[in-house]
């Protein structure tokens, strides 16, 4: 390697120490940018299975990429079907598998258009898309180069979410301290529950937290009876809802069953709803009383 390309790989030192995720795709894209690239777009899938997105460079080419993770898991097995030494280049026969999963405006023939996906532990974090500025591909060594660093790229941001993960683990735990403590104190009911799904919020990182009740009158409707709601979703939220057969309130109060919807544009028809309320996932779980 030359004195760039050490460069390049020793910003990744400085890239691991950026706290915001944005920031940290962003300046890989401008890295190699910098390296000698036209334009990269790098995409990193995060917790919410939500992509985030950083962009560096110009180009006359413009793409994108379906939205929900059903189709980038699509999109992920053509490229993968298309990969040599670890690149996929956009030929006509991988855009014509793509369609519509990835869409280009302009002439691809003009420049080689370059797709790496940022695998961790055989796990896919991510997807860089390059466009080289040249219409043929690169030659084996920038090949290998740039797979390389795509690897200690992806390795970074799979540290990162571990180290999160954790992070959260220890929150969480804290939490269920602070709930058993509110509940030592016998305070009312109404004024438990709020500081219950105050803090439930804060350690999840979630946008809003809900807490329901079944109507005694009329079990198929379900009433919020505390809420702690960040204000980050504009969306008007009810405060009554009927339980729809097969979703999630009802696989929640019904059976007993604590439910994760990873990606809302993903659930059942009846699901989508939700995503009218302003949320891009939910996670909903049962709360047992003890008889007697």
């Given at each position: ?188 009911r109404r004024t438990m529950l709020e500081h219950v799904v105050g803090h439930v919020r804060e350690a999840f990182k979630a946008a809003r937290c809900v807490f329901y009740e079944r109507d005694k009158a009329n079990p198929r409707l379900v009433h919020v009876v505390a809420i702690d709601d960040a204000k980050s979703i504009r969306a008007p939220f009810p405060k009554t809802h009927e339980m729809v057969p097969g979703g999630y309130l009802e696989a929640m109060l019904d059976r007993g069953q604590t439910v994760a919807l990873e990606s ?29």
């Open positions: 390697m030359d004195s760039r390309d050490v460069r390049l790989f020793a910003g990744l030192s400085r890239i691991a120490e950026i706290e915001s995720l944005q920031e940290r795709v962003l300046a890989i894209a401008r890295d190699l940018v910098a390296w000698g690239l036209r334009k990269v777009d790098v995409r990193i899938i995060d917790d919410w299975n939500e992509v985030v997105r950083g962009e560096a460079g110009a180009s006359p080419l413009s793409w994108e990429m379906a939205p929900d993770a059903a189709a980038r898991r699509r999109l992920f097995q053509a490229l993968a079907a298309f990969e040599e030494d670890g690149i996929s280049q956009a030929c006509g026969a991988l855009l014509e598998r793509s369609a519509p999963l990835f869409t280009i405006e302009g002439d691809a023939r003009e420049s080689c258009l370059l797709f790496l996906q940022l695998i961790a532990a055989t796990r896919t974090v991510g997807l860089v898309i390059i466009d080289s500025g040249y219409p043929e591909p690169p030659d084996r060594e920038i090949g290998a180069l740039l797979r390389a660093y795509c690897d200690v790229a992806a390795t970074l941001f799979d540290n990162e979410r571990s180290a999160q993960r954790v992070r959260r683990e220890a929150e969480r735990s804290e939490v269920l301290a602070r709930i058993g403590e509110l509940t030592r104190r016998s305070l009312d809302l544009s993903e659930a059942a028809p009846h699901e989508r709803r939700v995503r009218s309320y302003g949320m891009r996932a939910v996670l909903a779980g049962p709360i047992h009383a003890l008889e007697g």
